[in-house]
């Protein structure tokens, strides 16, 4: 059992803990709805947890955050069995709740809470039945709602680009792009290396050896690359892939410099960074399902469950893949 910062026993992880590409909220002023027991507490900083599909009432994605400080959340005794008695306590006012986790959603469909939004007017549910998390979806019987909140997400706003072409100049945090392609690397033939074709059947293959290797986890739990096509606009949802001709672009999630395009010459090495994605994601994954994960430190297990299972999948695949794997993760952690 752990102390947190307020001197209240429980299992609660300490915002620093959790993975180097967590989204940062603060929680810094209230709605006119918002509970009192959440205003008191302004600000409040949360850390992303995971993410949580909405219901027919709130048809929009929640944010799961570990909230610092936790809020204390009165309740009426009748009502005891819905919380959970590890994070009960009474004072002289009456049995309280201590809220370490909360659900933030946007109060608009269509508003979104990606690194660098502002002035996000949002609905804020205290959970108060942890295992929520398993369930995958909004349960109401497992929340207390607490109203709205203006919060901030640390970061960058992310700017509108388009995929690079050869002639474009990206911004001055992406690698310079060559100059107009010339005739001596024509775009590979269809179906031969470095073609379209090729890569993709490439990535599928390797995904479906990982898809077997990581049974408890199914790849659609986990963002998949895909290819854009010269000119698209990206999106941040998924990593994604430009071929042009022999140079190779890749646009992905950096866990510390946060979105960002990769190019090479290198078939293979757009293939690599693919399938390390997904590796990446089906390890989180499937440390969030570990029955130990609850039980230790975060920071613990991300060094014991995450990041060797992340190398080990990539071992499994190819042993020169999970070396590199293995050093980009000792930059990490």
Not at 23 to 40: G, K, P, W, Y
Not at 53 to 81: I, M, T, W, Y
């Amino acid at each position: 059992m752990t102390v947190d910062s307020t001197g209240h026993q429980g299992a609660a992880p300490e915002p620093d803990d959790w993975p180097p590409d967590a989204r940062m909220f603060t929680i810094r002023a209230a709605a006119d709805d918002a509970a009192s027991s959440l205003a008191a507490e302004l600000p409040i900083t949360a850390t992303e947890l995971g993410m949580l599909d909405g219901d027919a009432n709130h048809p929009v994605q929640f944010c799961s955050v570990l909230l610092e400080p936790p809020v204390k959340h009165r309740f009426d005794a009748a009502d005891a069995a819905r919380y959970e008695r590890e994070y009960c306590d009474r004072d002289d006012d009456g049995e309280f709740f201590m809220v370490h986790v909360a659900l933030l959603g946007p109060r608009r469909t269509g508003v979104s809470l990606a690194p660098g939004a502002r002035d996000v007017l949002v609905d804020v549910a205290y959970v108060v039945d942890l295992s929520l998390e398993e369930d995958g979806v909004l349960n109401a019987a497992k929340v207390d709602w607490a109203g709205g909140a203006i919060v901030d997400v640390a970061g960058q706003a992310a700017v509108e680009q388009v995929a690079p072409a050869p002639v474009d100049q990206p911004a001055a945090a992406e690698p310079v792009p060559p100059a107009v392609r010339s005739a001596a690397a024509p775009a590979p033939e269809p179906g031969s290396p470095g073609s379209s074709e090729w890569i993709r059947e490439q990535v599928d293959v390797r995904i479906a050896v990982l898809s077997r290797l990581a049974g408890e986890v199914a790849i659609s739990e986990v963002p998949v690359p895909t290819e854009l096509a010269k000119g698209e606009r990206q999106s941040n949802t998924a990593p994604q892939y430009v071929l042009d001709g022999a140079q190779f672009w890749y646009h992905t999630r950096d866990p510390k410099k946060g979105f960002m395009w990769k190019t090479t010459t290198n078939p293979n090495e757009l293939i690599y960074w693919c399938i390390d994605d997904v590796a990446r994601g089906l390890a989180w994954r499937w440390t969030q399902q570990a029955a130990t994960y609850k039980t230790m430190p975060p920071a613990m297990a991300q060094r014991t469950l995450w990041a060797p299972y992340w190398q080990l999948l990539m071992n499994a695949l190819d042993t020169k893949w999970g070396a590199i794997t293995g050093r980009n993760i000792r930059g990490l952690l």
